[in-house]
Structure formats: structure tokens, C-alpha cells
């Protein structure tokens, strides 16, 4: 058995950390692709359309991410399809994400008052301009903090992928672990590991939120 310093220890852990931190990206530029349309078929407050949205957020809101990772990755497998583990992994937190950033951003738009899309209507903007040029950019404002501060819980859930074989930081740690027999000092990192990138995101989130509720009340 080669015997690993604390250096190769800390290397490997850093080299998972950059597919932890990828994984999470993935899944929140994906997560934004796929949740604008559905925010826009809410918006348009048809019962139909709202129904299936809803189906949807429930559906990955109420289900563990650990069992979507599996159906991603094992239930595909089912049909002969061959998935790589960073693909499964990918697809289930980026449908994962955009259920809740749906939530998110919907209650953003609807803490607004009303008044302003009857106002817009009043100076003739249909409902694609009072969106993008009135509703947006006031929305964007009150979401910031709460979707940064999911951001740190996207990157505690790729924490899951390592189940599928997906080698992150935690299964990183894992496999450092049977070499070394030093769990206290691997796990350690590991956790410092995740406690870097999410503390950071944690704080801003926090910022962001006491600044908007200042500006808010002035």
C-alpha cells in the first residue's frame, strides 16, 4: 500500500471539490433554464398550466433527492440506456433545482404589488413588456437572497451524487478513506471543504437580505 501524505490527501480532495463545484453550476444554470418557461406558464394564470406546474414542483419538492438521483441513474438503465454517472447526476439536480427556484421566483413576482400591472397595462404594455420591463427587474431584487442562499443547499445535494458513483468531494473522501484509514482527517477536510464554498454563499445571502429589506422600508 503507498503510503499517502496529508499533501495527496488535501490534492485529491481539491481535484473532487472542482467536480462539487462544477456538479453544483450544472445544476443551477440548468435549474434557471428549465424554470423560466415554467415561471412563464404560471404567470399566465391558465388553471391548466398552473396545475402542471404545480404537479411538477410537488413532485421534485416532495420526493428525496436521493431517490431522483437513483431513477435518473438506474431507472434510465432499466430501458437499456447507458448513463454515465455525471449525466444522472446533472439532469437530477437540474430538475431538482428548478422546483424550487419555480417557488422562489414566483413568490418574488407575486410580492409586488398589483397595482403594477394594471398601472403598465394603463400606459398600453402588454404582458411581455410589463414582465421584462416593470415586473423583472423590481423581482430580481427580492429574489437574489433566497436564491442565493438555495444555492448553498444545491451544493450540500451534490453531496448525493457520490451514491451513484459520481466521484465529488464526498466520495472522494470516501475512497481516501479505505486507503488511508484516517477518516478523522479525511472527513475533516471534507467537511472544511463544503464549509468554504456554502459559508460564503450562506453570509452573502444573509447581506443581501438585510439590504433589501432596508432599502425596502425607506
Same mark, same amino acid.
Given at each position: 500500500?503507498?503510503s499517502?501524505?496529508?499533501?495527496?490527501?488535501?490534492?485529491?480532495?481539491?481535484?473532487?471539490?472542482?467536480?462539487?463545484?462544477?456538479?453544483?453550476?450544472?445544476?443551477?444554470?440548468?435549474?434557471?433554464?428549465?424554470? #423560466?418557461?415554467?415561471?412563464?406558464?404560471?404567470?399566465? $394564470?391558465? $388553471?391548466?398550466?398552473?396545475?402542471?406546474v404545480?404537479?411538477?414542483?410537488?413532485?421534485?419538492?416532495?420526493?428525496?433527492?436521493?431517490?431522483?438521483?437513483? #431513477?435518473?441513474?438506474?431507472?434510465?438503465?432499466? /430501458?437499456?440506456?447507458?448513463?454515465?454517472?455525471?449525466?444522472?447526476?446533472?439532469?437530477a439536480? &437540474?430538475?431538482? &433545482?428548478?422546483?424550487?427556484?419555480?417557488?422562489?421566483?414566483?413568490?418574488?413576482?407575486?410580492?409586488?404589488? $398589483?397595482?403594477?400591472?394594471e398601472?403598465?397595462?394603463?400606459?398600453?404594455?402588454? /404582458?411581455?413588456?410589463?414582465?421584462?420591463r416593470?415586473?423583472?427587474?423590481?423581482?430580481?431584487?427580492?429574489?437574489?437572497?433566497?436564491?442565493?442562499?438555495?444555492?448553498?443547499?444545491?451544493?450540500?445535494?451534490?453531496?448525493?451524487?457520490?451514491?451513484?458513483?459520481?466521484?465529488?468531494?464526498?466520495?472522494?473522501?470516501?475512497?481516501?478513506?479505505?486507503?488511508?484509514?484516517?477518516?478523522?482527517?479525511? /472527513?475533516?477536510?471534507?467537511?472544511?471543504?463544503?464549509?468554504?464554498?456554502?459559508?460564503? #454563499?450562506?453570509?452573502?445571502?444573509?447581506?443581501?437580505e $438585510?439590504?433589501?429589506?432596508?432599502?425596502?422600508?425607506?
Amino acid at each position: 500500500m503507498t503510503s499517502f501524505t496529508d499533501w495527496d490527501i488535501v490534492r485529491n480532495l481539491l481535484l473532487a471539490a472542482r467536480w462539487t463545484i462544477l456538479l453544483s453550476l450544472v445544476a443551477f444554470f440548468g435549474g434557471t433554464v428549465v424554470t #423560466l418557461p415554467l415561471l412563464f406558464m404560471r404567470l399566465l $394564470k391558465r $388553471k391548466w398550466l398552473s396545475r402542471a406546474v404545480r404537479a411538477y414542483t410537488e413532485l421534485f419538492q416532495g420526493t428525496p433527492l436521493l431517490m431522483q438521483l437513483f #431513477l435518473a441513474f438506474f431507472g434510465v438503465g432499466m /430501458f437499456g440506456i447507458d448513463v454515465a454517472p455525471w449525466t444522472a447526476a446533472s439532469v437530477a439536480l &437540474t430538475l431538482y &433545482t428548478s422546483a424550487f427556484l419555480v417557488d422562489i421566483w414566483y413568490g418574488s413576482i407575486n410580492a409586488l404589488p $398589483k397595482g403594477q400591472w394594471e398601472a403598465s397595462r394603463c400606459l398600453g404594455l402588454n /404582458f411581455g413588456q410589463t414582465l421584462m420591463r416593470v415586473i423583472t427587474p423590481q423581482a430580481i431584487r427580492i429574489a437574489i437572497a433566497p436564491t442565493v442562499g438555495f444555492a448553498v443547499q444545491v451544493i450540500k445535494g451534490t453531496a448525493l451524487a457520490s451514491i451513484i458513483g459520481f466521484i465529488e468531494l464526498t466520495k472522494a473522501g470516501t475512497i481516501l478513506n479505505n486507503v488511508t484509514y484516517q477518516p478523522f482527517k479525511v /472527513f475533516g477536510l471534507v467537511a472544511l471543504g463544503y464549509f468554504l464554498m456554502c459559508y460564503p #454563499l450562506s453570509r452573502y445571502s444573509q447581506y443581501l437580505e $438585510k439590504k433589501f429589506n432596508a432599502a425596502h422600508h425607506h
